[in-house]
């Protein structure tokens, strides 16, 4: 398995400002993923993100709101820019298991909870 | 009034008894699915998993089912616990890494 370690946990934001939220792995992964969790709802894909390589957003998810990098095969960050109140939600990193080729498992962090008043 | 998607389904048992959770799938393609687990403040953890050859996987005290004909997954936990209480979501894809599509998520809640 793979250890993800996402910061800020959590943040209190104010609206019209920006948050850029990391992600680091313990071992090396071809990719990585960002979620949304919405209060009560369940996860949304935002985007993949591969090292050296433009992130590819999923529908309703634009460049400009959730910009990402991927500097390296163990790190991404994900910036959610301009908040508003609607922007409030979990951001999760997950990866896929480095070490078993045949399943495509996904490892989570514990999740960022943001929060912009 | 109620506003759409910010209430999970819920399931209470008993403590010791067995716990089935649904979920119904969204594309026929999808080959490999994952049920997750996820407690409160932290992310989802991994709980069982099954291709699209199996109809059944087992774990310890968790089955996993899966019909493809109706597009229906579901998870048994066998004598269920208090440390069980969480919400569950299942989850598929279509040979696309870890580019996972979720279900809406079942609570459950285990009452001593």
């Known amino acids: 398995s793979a250890v993800i370690s996402q910061k800020p946990s959590r943040d209190i934001c104010q609206r019209g400002t920006s948050l850029t939220i990391q992600c680091q792995v313990d071992s090396q992964v071809t990719m990585m993923f960002w979620y949304r969790q919405q209060p009560g709802q369940s996860l949304t894909l935002i985007a993949t993100?591969?090292?050296?390589?433009?992130?590819?957003?999923e529908s309703g998810f634009v460049i400009d709101k959730f910009p990402i990098s991927r500097p390296n095969l163990t790190f991404s960050t994900l910036t959610v820019s301009n908040m508003s109140p609607e922007d409030s939600s979990i951001y999760l990193c997950?990866?896929?298991?480095?070490?078993?080729?045949?399943?495509?498992?996904?490892?989570f962090g514990q999740g960022t909870r943001l929060t912009v008043v | 009034g109620e506003s759409v998607g910010l209430h999970l389904p819920t399931l209470s048992v008993q403590e010791g008894d067995n716990s089935i959770i649904n979920c119904a799938y969204s594309?026929?393609?999808?080959?490999?699915f994952i049920w997750y687990k996820q407690e409160s403040g932290k992310g989802p953890q991994f709980i069982i998993d099954?291709?699209?050859?199996?109809d059944k996987r087992q774990g310890q005290r968790v089955t996993v089912l899966l019909n493809k004909t109706v597009k229906h997954l579901s998870l048994q936990i066998a004598a269920t616990q208090p440390g069980d209480s969480a919400v569950y979501f299942c989850a598929e894809t279509r040979n696309q890494g870890g580019k996972l599509i979720f279900g809406q998520g079942t609570e459950l809640s285990v009452k001593p």
């Open positions: 993100a591969n090292q050296g390589s433009e992130a590819t957003y």
């Open positions: 594309n026929s393609a999808s080959d490999y």
């Open positions: 099954i291709r699209s050859n199996m």
């Open positions: 997950s990866v896929e298991d480095p070490f078993d080729t045949l399943n495509t498992e996904a490892f």
